[in-house]
């Protein structure tokens, strides 16, 4: 069964940081692309950050300079950490994989609040 836990959200005045962290079980983890995702209300599910198997990263342009995801195989998790942040990186921030043999399965974890206060 697989399950991705997040953690680490919260209230941070603006110009924080914080650090997210998801916790992986039940895939491949060292084999495959982990992102993630955030969704404010009202708006749709965005790309925040992938790290890729081969060890790339890439960011949302809103993100770039400020955020950085990074990942520990030994842990199997993967984290976001996050800089400057603004108001309008308030969102649940959600961890996000692909089945790595059928890649049109979709895993995500439930998510995490966090807000930014301005």
């Known amino acids: 069964q697989v399950r991705l836990v997040e953690s680490g959200g919260g209230l941070v005045q603006a110009g924080g940081s914080l650090r997210l962290s998801c916790a992986a079980s039940?895939?491949?983890?060292?084999?495959?692309?982990m992102d993630w995702y955030r969704q404010a209300p009202g708006d749709q599910r965005e790309l925040v950050a992938t790290f890729g198997s081969g060890g790339s990263t890439s960011y949302a342009d809103s993100v770039k300079g400020r955020f950085t995801i990074s990942r520990d195989n030994a842990r199997n998790t993967v984290y976001l950490q996050m800089n400057s942040l603004k108001a309008e990186d308030t969102a649940v921030y959600y961890c996000h994989a692909k089945n790595a043999i059928r890649p049109s399965i979709d895993y995500w974890g439930k998510g995490t609040l966090v807000t930014v206060s301005s």
């Open positions: 039940g895939i491949l983890f060292g084999l495959q692309p």
